[in-house]
């Protein structure tokens, strides 16, 4: 199992840049893919990003695409999403994840954290 805790959410007007970061805790963590998903109010869950285990594969969404990075520290137990050019369709909490493999269904991951919440104002 592995404990997941987020930052680096906040206020940030249209075209700026925020980026989120998820500490793991766990003895799983540098073999688990990890996820970033995301939940504005009154929608589903949806995929935003996820790597693999290693770092080596990725996999983004393409309302994001060009515009969000993920990347993670096994050293740190830490995984990233550096998020540019923000748009206000960008609101919402956003959750990271852990699970066995990279995938961008949520049934993959069984590790959530407590989110986060990004807000673009326009």
């Known amino acids: 199992q592995v404990q997941l805790v987020e930052s680096g959410g906040g206020l940030v007007q249209a075209g700026g840049s925020l980026r989120l970061s998820c500490v793991a805790s766990g003895r799983t963590f540098s073999r688990s893919a990890m996820g970033w998903f995301r939940q504005a109010p009154g929608k589903e869950r949806e995929f935003v990003s996820a790597i693999s285990w290693f770092g080596g594969s990725t996999y983004t969404a393409d309302s994001v695409k060009g515009r969000f990075t993920i990347s993670r520290d096994n050293a740190k137990s830490t995984v990233y999403l550096q998020m540019n050019s923000l748009k206000p369709e960008d609101t919402a909490v956003y959750y990271c994840?852990?699970?066995?493999?990279?995938?961008?269904?949520?049934?993959?991951?069984?590790?959530w954290g407590q989110g986060t919440q990004v807000i673009v104002s326009s």
């Open positions: 994840a852990a699970g066995p493999r990279l995938s961008p269904q949520r049934d993959e991951y069984a590790d």
